[in-house]
T-cell receptor
Framework: AQRVTQPEKLLSVFKGAPVELKCNYS??????LFWYVQYSRQRLQLLLR??SRESIKGFTADLNKGETSFHLKKPFAQEEDSAMYYC?????????FGTGTRLQVFP | KAGVTQTPRYLIKTRGQQVTLSCSPI?????VSWYQQTPGQGLQFLFE???????NKGNFPGRFSGRQFSNSRSEMNVSTLELGDSALYLC??????????????FGEGSRLTVL
């Protein structure tokens, strides 16, 4: 099965600490990877996509085809980063999501 | 632009009943996807419609069905409800290329509780 795996259900860090949310995928073709975020009481929304190679709100994610990973990183976490993060894979006319990682940033 | 609108926002049903959920996409978006969100499973893909045609379907039983109308509004139906169907059902719309580019716009969801 073509899966997206997020091994951590919960990640807790203190403000200012580095953050890495892990995502691994399985896909036989050329994957298109994305990170979505859901803040408390807000809608699920696109955070960033690998093809854009952009940094959004200080977050970056690099596609590593050798390790089939697309980890989300931020050097210094902020309290407002606390949210649910979902990794997703496209490329097949549908988006497949991982089970999500809840990031808690403590003051 | 108005966002994706889902109705009803909350509903309670009993086992064996059926339910219909509605989704109005962003104006101009012709693709509508449906997902089931639960704490343990995350977001699971149900189906995707484009121009009134189902383009993709997830691994859900036949009790789950959907359709799309000519104005791109979509409905999903779950028949013979089971306790395990309790979840937040999310609808997302996108432009024709949006599904491939990963840019889905989500609604707030319809929270279904089955008693």
């Amino acid at each position: 099965a073509q899966r997206v795996t997020q091994p951590e259900k919960l990640l807790s860090v203190f403000k200012g600490a580095p953050v890495e949310l892990k995502c691994n995928y399985s896909y036989s073709g050329s994957p298109e990877l994305f990170w979505y975020v859901q803040y408390s009481r807000q809608r699920l929304q696109l955070l960033l996509r690998h093809i854009s190679r952009e940094s959004i709100k200080g977050f970056t994610a690099d596609l590593n085809k050798g390790e089939t990973s697309f980890h989300l990183k931020k050097p210094f976490a902020q309290e407002e980063d606390s949210a649910m993060y979902y990794c997703a894979r496209g490329g097949t006319d549908k988006l497949i999501f991982g089970t999500g990682t809840r990031l808690q940033v403590f003051p | 632009k108005a966002g994706v609108t889902q109705t009803p926002r909350y509903l309670i049903k009993t086992r064996g009943q059926q339910v219909t959920l509605s989704c109005s996409p962003i104006s101009g978006h012709r693709s509508v996807s449906w997902y089931q969100q639960t704490p343990g499973q995350g977001l699971q893909f149900l189906f995707e419609y484009f121009s009134e045609t189902q383009r993709n379907k997830g691994n859900f039983p036949g009790r789950f069905s959907g359709r799309q109308f000519s104005n791109s509004r979509s409905e999903m139906n779950v028949s013979t409800l089971e306790l395990g169907d309790s979840a937040l059902y999310l609808c997302a719309s996108s432009s024709p290329a949006g599904v491939d580019t990963g840019e889905l716009f989500f609604g707030e969801g319809s929270r279904l509780t089955v008693l």
